[in-house]
């Protein structure tokens, strides 16, 4: 099993920041959470920070675990660590994605998202009806 993180970054607006894959990768086209791969010894945090800025060139502030999910594809099987960040600093430039969006949470099904990343989309809306 691969241990992987997944920011819902929230901006000044509370809009949240999803990315879609880009061709090439496992998963092209569909749009998820910024994330990656957990490192041995790392923190959900800290790699979330690491990845986002690697990834984004964007700083983030992880600030609240969100949920995990198990899912298996065809060629893996991962736990992903949804946590919820704050945007900090930074101007978006992608290498793992080929295009981003800031999106309300009223908005994210308009996206077809990867399924290891269904069920935070369907929390997320679920607690627009609360």
Known sequence: ???VAAAIIENHNGQLLIAR???????AGLWEFPGGKLEQGETIEACLRRELLEEMNINIEPYEAFGVHSHHYETAHIR????KAKFVSGHIKLSDHD????STA???????FAPADLPFVNKLM???KQ
């Open 99 to 102: 295009q981003y969006a800031w």
């Open 106 to 112: 009223e908005e994210l099904d308009k996206y077809e």
């Open 21 to 27: 894959r880009k061709s090439g990768k496992s998963q």
């Open 126 to 128: 679920s607690q627009l």
């Open 80 to 83: 992903l660590y949804a946590y």
């Open 1 to 3: 099993m691969i241990d």
